[in-house]
């Protein structure tokens, strides 16, 4: 079984950056895909950015220049460095794992095997 605990969320304004980390316990494999997924009240969740086991990465429009996700060698941590932030980036943001290698083209949708609880992001104007 695998448990992901996200942390570095917070408040902030415009402009201001913070730094997400998240935590994963259990087996991860080698080909494991993960990702950052952000959701507000009344919205569906949505793709923020994720990362192949080959390091290949993949990042929504509204976040491009913006973010980076990384991860270290033994794909434990995974972080997410979030600069020149605006109000519509606030949200309750989501780590997720997947055994999966899985195709660029797929990262951001929702399929994967395990999340976090999230950890909150609010950005004011």
């Known amino acids: 079984q695998v448990r992901l605990v996200e942390s570095g969320g917070g408040s902030v304004q415009a402009g201001g950056s913070l730094r997400l980390s998240c935590a994963a316990f259990?087996?991860?494999?080698?080909?494991?895909?993960m990702g950052w997924f952000r959701q507000t009240p009344g919205a569906e969740r949505e793709g923020v950015a994720a990362?192949?086991?080959?390091?290949?990465?993949k990042y929504a429009d509204s976040v491009k220049g913006r973010f980076t996700i990384s991860q270290d060698n033994a794909k434990t941590r995974m972080y997410l460095q979030m600069n020149s932030l605006k109000p519509e980036d606030t949200g309750m943001y989501y780590c997720?794992?997947?055994?999966?290698?899985?195709?660029?083209?797929?990262?951001?949708?929702?399929?994967?095997?395990?999340w976090g609880q999230g950890t909150q992001v609010t950005v004011s104007s």
């Open positions: 990362i192949r086991s080959d390091g290949s990465t």
């Open positions: 997720a794992a997947d055994y999966r290698f899985r195709a660029l083209s797929d990262l951001l949708n929702l399929w994967y095997n395990y």
């Open positions: 259990g087996y991860i494999p080698s080909t494991a895909s």
